[in-house]
Structure formats: C-alpha cells, structure tokens
C-alpha cells in the first residue's frame, strides 16, 4: 500500500512564475491538507480538501489555490512567485473518521522543494 | 487552540531514556495532545496520541498529568537514528471528530543523540 506521495521532488522557478505541485493521498484517505515549512520552521497550514472542496484555510494569501479530483488526488498552485515562496511543500492525508483510531491523524508525504530564484 | 512551548534542542546518547516536556498552560477540556516526528528532507510522522494520564505504544510513552497544562514524551533506550525534530500539537477534539482539521505546528525541539 502506497503512503502518500509528491511531486515532483525539487523545483526551481524565478520570482513572478507560477507553480503546480501534485499530491496523491494514502489509498483510502479523502482529504487532503497542504503545509508550508521554511527552513528551520514547523510546517505551516495552507488549506484543505474535503469532496473537492476547500474546506478550511490557513493565513495565506489568495496566490495559493488548489483543487482536489474526484481520485481524492490534489494540486497546490502558488501564482506569481515570490522570494519568499522558497520553502518544503508537504501534502498530508487523512480518513474521514468513522470509528476507533486517532484523531486527526494525518500522513506526510515526502514533500517537493521549491525554490524561488 | 492552546499554544505549545518546548525547548528547542536537547542532546543525549545512545541507549538513554529521553523526555522532552511540552508546555499548554492553556490547554482546554476538547483538546488532546500528539506528537509528530520529522527526520530531515522528510514530512512529519505521527508518534503518539492522548488526552490524560499515561499512552504507551511501541515506540514512545506520553505522560499527561492531572491538570493537562504539559505532557511528556518518553523516548526509551534512544539510538542515533532518534535523531529528528519532535512537535508537541494540541488539537480540538470536538472539532475534529468526524473529520480532520489544519495541524499547528510550532518550532518543535531538535533531538540530537550521539553516540
């Protein structure tokens, strides 16, 4: 059984470009959450799908979107890029939960670096 | 959501018990606490999970007193692959029951074992 998975795994992008990077969750997982960690810093929430729905937002501004597909698979876009941008992207998933297990739980992928030049 | 203070860094050597203290003064009675561990270039992974008293599973123990304002994890007989950032979160229990919620991470605290 695959965890979740990332790609791709580095990017180089200059100050003012667009981005796409794309996240398949863990096989039975329904939603789909997209973190921001900068060097040194604990990842930082971005948003979150739910049935292709944004359904709860970090502090980040209208230039991150995303979209998630009926495959439960998602895309993180980050427009006009800034310096600043440069950092581990990390998309985790997580179950809908039914019964027994934790709360909250959620799988990490490996991440895509981005770095803005 | 109650912030979290841990220290961050501590150092230790192989074989030790590790504990690292998390602190969540405010912590309020829907919250529970977990820790997640991250080793470099890598997302964080899931170590354990409670809401008061002792969880022991077979990687670490939390050790959550009385009046739930910090909790302990317990690292037992460390090796130099414990070597990682360690996050203490605490999360809304009401909230996310039935579905899941942003994760807050602080900074964590930098575990470095030698040997």
């Known amino acids: 059984d695959a965890g979740v998975t990332q790609s791709p795994t580095h990017l180089i992008k200059t100050r003012g470009q667009q981005v796409t990077l794309r996240c398949s969750p863990k096989?039975?997982?329904?939603?789909v959450s997209w973190y921001q960690q900068a060097l040194g810093q604990g990842p930082q929430f971005i948003f979150q799908?739910?049935?292709?729905?944004?359904?709860q937002r970090g502090n980040f501004p209208d230039r991150f979107s995303g979209h998630q597909f009926p495959n439960y698979s998602s895309e993180l876009n980050v427009n006009a890029l800034l310096l600043g941008d440069s950092a581990l992207y990390l998309c985790?998933?997580?179950?809908?939960?039914?019964?027994?297990?934790?709360?909250?739980?959620?799988?990490f992928g490996p991440g895509t670096r981005l770095t803005v030049l | 959501l109650a912030k979290t203070t841990q220290p961050i860094s501590m150092d230790s050597y192989e074989g030790q018990e590790v504990n690292i203290t998390c602190s969540h003064n405010?912590?309020?009675?829907?919250?529970?606490i977990t820790w997640y561990q991250q080793f470099p270039s890598q997302g964080p992974r899931f170590i354990i999970q409670g809401y008061k008293t002792k969880v022991t599973n077979e990687v670490a123990s939390l050790f959550i007193p009385a009046d739930r304002k910090s909790s302990t994890l317990s690292l037992p007989r460390v090796s130099l692959s414990d070597t990682a950032v360690y996050y203490c979160l605490v999360g809304d229990l009401l909230h996310s029951g039935g579905g899941a919620d942003g994760l807050t991470f602080g900074k964590g605290t930098h575990l470095i074992i030698q040997p």
């Open positions: 799908y739910y049935e292709e729905e944004e359904r």
């Open positions: 985790a998933s997580s179950a809908t939960r039914t019964s027994g297990g934790y709360y909250n739980e959620q799988f």
């Open positions: 405010n912590i309020a009675t829907n919250d529970y």
């Open positions: 096989s039975g997982h329904d939603t």
